[in-house]
C-alpha cells in the first residue's frame, strides 16, 4: 500500500498554456520580423508605383501623339492652320476635315483638347510645355499639304494636388500635311 504525501508541492502543472513571459517574448519577435520584413518590401512597392505611374504617362502621351498623327495625316485632310497659342502659352490648330478638329495645348491648365463642334476631348494631363514647329516661315497661318511639322509635348507626372512627381516624358513628332501621294 501506497501512502500518499499530504505535504504541499509548490510547483504543480495543472494545466497548459503560455506564461506572460512566453507571450511578451512572442510579440516581441513578432514585432522585430514584421519590421524587418516592412523594410525589405518598401522598395518593391515603391518601385510598383513609380512604375505604374511612368506607364501612364506614356501611355497618355503616346494616345494623344497617335490621334494627333491620325487627324493631321487623313486622307480626308483639306488643310491645317496653325493659330495664335492660348494666353499663358502653348499651341493651337485647327485641322480642316469634314468635321473641323482643333488641338488646344494649354500651357496654363497643363492639358491637351481636341475639340469638335460636338465633342471637347482631353487628351492629356500635365503637358508642362508644348509647341508646334513649322518646316518653313511664318509660323502661323495656313499650313500647306505635304508640310512637315513637329508637335512637341513635354509630360510631367503629377498628384491629385498637382505636385510635380519628378517623371518627365518628352515626345517630338513629325507629320506629313495631308494624305500619302
Same mark, same amino acid.
Given at each position: 500500500? %501506497?501512502?500518499?504525501?499530504?505535504?504541499?508541492?509548490?510547483?504543480? %502543472?495543472?494545466?497548459?498554456?503560455? @506564461? $506572460?513571459?512566453?507571450?511578451?517574448?512572442?510579440?516581441?519577435?513578432?514585432?522585430?520580423? =514584421?519590421? @524587418?520584413?516592412?523594410?525589405?518590401?518598401?522598395?518593391?512597392?515603391? +518601385?510598383?508605383?513609380?512604375?505604374?505611374?511612368?506607364?501612364?504617362? &506614356?501611355?497618355?502621351?503616346?494616345? !494623344?501623339? +497617335? %490621334? $494627333?498623327?491620325?487627324? #493631321?495625316?487623313? !486622307?480626308?485632310?483639306? @488643310?491645317?492652320?496653325?493659330?495664335?497659342?492660348?494666353?499663358?502659352?502653348?499651341?493651337?490648330?485647327?485641322?480642316?476635315?469634314?468635321?473641323?478638329?482643333?488641338? #488646344?495645348?494649354? &500651357?496654363?491648365?497643363?492639358?491637351?483638347?481636341?475639340?469638335? #463642334? !460636338?465633342?471637347?476631348?482631353?487628351?492629356?494631363?500635365?503637358?508642362? =510645355?508644348?509647341?508646334?514647329?513649322?518646316?518653313?516661315?511664318?509660323?502661323?497661318?495656313?499650313?500647306?499639304?505635304?508640310?512637315?511639322?513637329?508637335?512637341?509635348?513635354?509630360?510631367? @507626372?503629377?498628384? !491629385?494636388?498637382?505636385? *510635380?512627381?519628378? *517623371?518627365?516624358? =518628352?515626345? #517630338?513628332?513629325?507629320?506629313?500635311?495631308?494624305?500619302?501621294?
Amino acid at each position: 500500500m %501506497k501512502i500518499k504525501s499530504t505535504m504541499y508541492t509548490p510547483y504543480i %502543472k495543472a494545466c497548459g498554456g503560455f @506564461s $506572460l513571459i512566453e507571450m511578451i517574448v512572442a510579440i516581441t519577435v513578432m514585432g522585430i520580423l =514584421s519590421a @524587418s520584413a516592412a523594410v525589405f518590401l518598401r522598395g518593391p512597392i515603391t +518601385s510598383y508605383f513609380n512604375t505604374e505611374r511612368r506607364a501612364t504617362l &506614356a501611355d497618355a502621351g503616346g494616345l !494623344a501623339m +497617335s %490621334k $494627333l498623327g491620325q487627324d #493631321i495625316s487623313g !486622307a480626308t485632310v483639306t @488643310s491645317v492652320t496653325v493659330l495664335p497659342p492660348p494666353g499663358g502659352g502653348g499651341f493651337r490648330f485647327r485641322i480642316a476635315m469634314p468635321v473641323p478638329v482643333t488641338y #488646344i495645348c494649354n &500651357a496654363t491648365t497643363r492639358t491637351l483638347r481636341r475639340v469638335t #463642334i !460636338a465633342q471637347n476631348n482631353l487628351l492629356a494631363e500635365g503637358v508642362w =510645355s508644348c509647341q508646334v514647329r513649322r518646316q518653313a516661315l511664318p509660323p502661323l497661318g495656313a499650313v500647306p499639304l505635304g508640310e512637315l511639322i513637329a508637335v512637341e509635348l513635354n509630360l510631367r @507626372s503629377q498628384d !491629385a494636388a498637382g505636385n *510635380d512627381m519628378g *517623371d518627365r516624358l =518628352s515626345l #517630338i513628332r513629325t507629320f506629313r500635311v495631308g494624305p500619302l501621294q
